[in-house]
């Protein structure tokens, strides 16, 4: 569970040091302060949870400091601290914004009492967030159709990283569903009840995404006009997602890698870093090894968040899967669009299962939600399913696979006319005995394998050995 932060603000060194010991034993985390300059300085550096100050202390009164922190932090709840003559000040207190006020002195009941309230709306409003989370994330398992054989042995080892901490990079082309298998892990972790944060790397621009990332502190650029959690601070205690990290900047890498090594982050203009335990989970659709050799992407990154690599295949390889996505998908439209739609005809699912999907199973999600908003029967017919002719797909070929088939051809040609005579067959090749060897080698063909292939030539086998050597 996440410690919540409290800061605490008193003169008395006494209270000071013994609302420390009580808070740290109630499980919060607290930072002491013994003045008002020394609060305020602190609170624009780091987030806190609840603030407890004093109404009276030496340098500022506590009204102002409550005030300054409310700049800072506009929805912390404060408490103030005092004694029994200053009752009417703490009510001014609380028509300025505290939360409530303790009377000194006060005893270990009081004070739990008072804190479990101020912090119940932010402790509900997280919790809101977090059921929000974890509906997605149980809506998200429903898309994972395991059927093949592919998707079968990812699951399985999904399963058996979820529960540790290692950090974990999923590859795959656009739209395979990798945030999926992200959540599916997050949720069978020991992390499942922690937030599951998720950030596109590509639609963040660069000035940016330092202080998404990291936070910032007030002031610490044109237009901070107050402190803000980063994303890393916003998953403590849970999952980062950082979808397309092969989009990071570049000048930005060497400080991800510091917070991934050190579990620690330091807000923009923060003078000191903040630790956080998050469990970090990335993915690419880039070759990165690739981009490591064309320097914009750096090695020791790399290798960092590639302790647990995990390949999703695209859609064409677990066909298997598209009837049950298909027929999944189909469902779900339905339903929002209020149709009863039963399923697909025969002619339609053929369609589907012979289509290539670069755009993998989002496309497939699209597809059918377009078909459902065109349908006026209850099955869905061919015709609403709009994907490119089977029998035309994937037929274009790329220079090397045709230039490759065209020499295969051609020597299987040359080794038919000559009957498997390499000599002559090289001869009407305009090559090398040696080189003609090796493209026969390349290609898998033996002249013995030609129908009316002659005799072996008389030092044929020693020149082939030669040859091959």
Not at 76 to 85: D, N, S
């Amino acid at each position: 569970m996440v410690q919540e932060r409290i800061l605490v603000v008193d003169d008395d060194q006494g209270l000071l040091r013994l609302l420390n010991m009580r808070l740290t034993a109630m499980g919060f985390t607290v930072t002491s302060c013994a003045s008002g300059e020394e609060a305020i300085a602190v609170a624009r550096r780091e987030v806190f949870d609840l603030a407890i100050t004093d109404l009276r202390l030496p340098d500022r009164d506590g009204l102002e400091v409550m005030q300054e922190l409310l700049l800072v932090h506009p929805s912390l709840p404060v408490l103030i601290l005092t004694a029994h003559g200053s009752i009417p000040n703490a009510v001014q207190a609380m028509q300025k914004g505290a939360y409530g006020y303790l009377t000194k002195p006060f005893d270990d009941k009081e004070l739990t009492v008072c804190i479990e309230k101020a912090l119940a709306q932010l402790r509900m409003t997280r919790e809101i967030q977090r059921l929000k989370l974890l509906v997605k994330e149980l809506y998200g398992l429903e898309n994972v159709v395991a059927r093949s054989q592919k998707m079968q042995t990812l699951l399985q080892q999904a399963a058996q990283v979820a529960d540790t901490d290692a950090t974990i990079c999923l590859s795959g082309e656009t739209g395979t569903g990798k945030e999926v298998i992200a959540r599916v892990i997050h949720c069978n972790s020991r992390r499942a009840r922690g937030p599951f944060i998720a950030i596109n790397c590509g639609a963040i621009p660069e000035t940016l995404f330092e202080s998404e990332l990291f936070g910032h502190v007030k002031g610490a650029f044109t237009g901070a006009q107050g402190s803000k959690r980063g994303l890393f601070q916003s998953a403590n205690g849970g999952t980062l997602f950082l979808d397309e990290i092969g989009e990071m900047p570049f000048n930005l890498q060497v400080k991800l890698l510091r917070a991934i090594q050190e579990r620690e982050v330091r807000a923009v203009g923060a003078e000191s870093a903040t630790k956080v335990d998050v469990r970090i989970i990335t993915a690419t659709n880039k070759d990165l090894a690739q981009a490591v050799k064309n320097g914009t992407f750096r090695e020791d990154l790399y290798y960092r968040i590639q302790v647990v690599p995990l390949a999703v295949p695209p859609l064409r390889e677990r066909r298997d899967d598209i009837p049950l996505l298909a027929q999944h998908f189909l469902q779900q439209s339905a339903r929002r669009m209020d149709k009863n739609i039963r399923g697909f005809l025969p002619d339609a699912m053929q369609k589907l299962m012979l289509y290539s999907w670069p755009g993998n199973v989002r496309e497939l999600e699209n597809l059918i939600e377009k078909s459902v908003v065109l349908a006026t029967e209850d099955v869905i017919a061919a015709d609403l399913i709009a994907v490119a002719n089977p029998s035309t797909e994937g037929q274009v070929k790329t220079l090397t696979e045709a230039r490759e088939a065209f020499e295969r051809g051609y020597l299987k040609d040359l080794l038919e006319l000559t009957g498997g005579n390499i000599s002559r067959a090289a001869q009407l090749a305009g090559r090398y005995r040696a080189d003609f060897y090796k493209l026969l080698k390349k290609y898998g063909l033996h002249p013995g394998d030609t129908k009316g292939a002659q005799e072996a030539e008389p030092g044929k086998a020693v020149e082939q050995s030669s040859a091959e050597a």
